[in-house]
Nanobody, 115 residues
């Protein structure tokens, strides 16, 4: 079993920054992917960024150049540095740990970007 706990969400103004953290516990394998998804009201959950094996990262086009995903050396904590936030980034952000054949999810953390 894997448990994921997110933190770092909040209310910010456009142009400001936030850093999300997700700590995983349980049977974590460093080479399995961890990432961030988000879901805005009335929309489907979408991929934001993922850190795969050997440090490979991928980002949604909408966040490229503004968001950075990173993972600690132990492989059980993943971060999402979000800069130049926009109102359209408002969503619940979910941490994901992917094991072949199964996905684990955190409880979500709210990010609201508003003036």
């Amino acid at each position: 079993q894997v448990q994921l706990v997110e933190s770092g969400g909040g209310l910010v103004q456009p142009g400001e920054s936030l850093r999300l953290s997700c700590v995983a516990s349980g049977s974590i394998f460093r080479l399995n992917a961890m990432g961030w998804y988000r879901q805005a009201p009335g929309k489907q959950r979408e991929l934001v960024a993922v850190s795969s094996s050997f440090g490979t990262t991928n980002y949604a086009d909408s966040v490229k150049g503004r968001f950075t995903i990173s993972r600690d050396n132990a492989g059980n904590t993943v971060y999402l540095q979000m800069n130049s936030l926009k109102p359209e980034d408002t969503a619940v952000y979910y941490c994901n740990y992917h094991r072949p054949g199964f996905d684990y999810w955190g409880q979500g953390t709210q990010v609201t970007v508003s003036s």
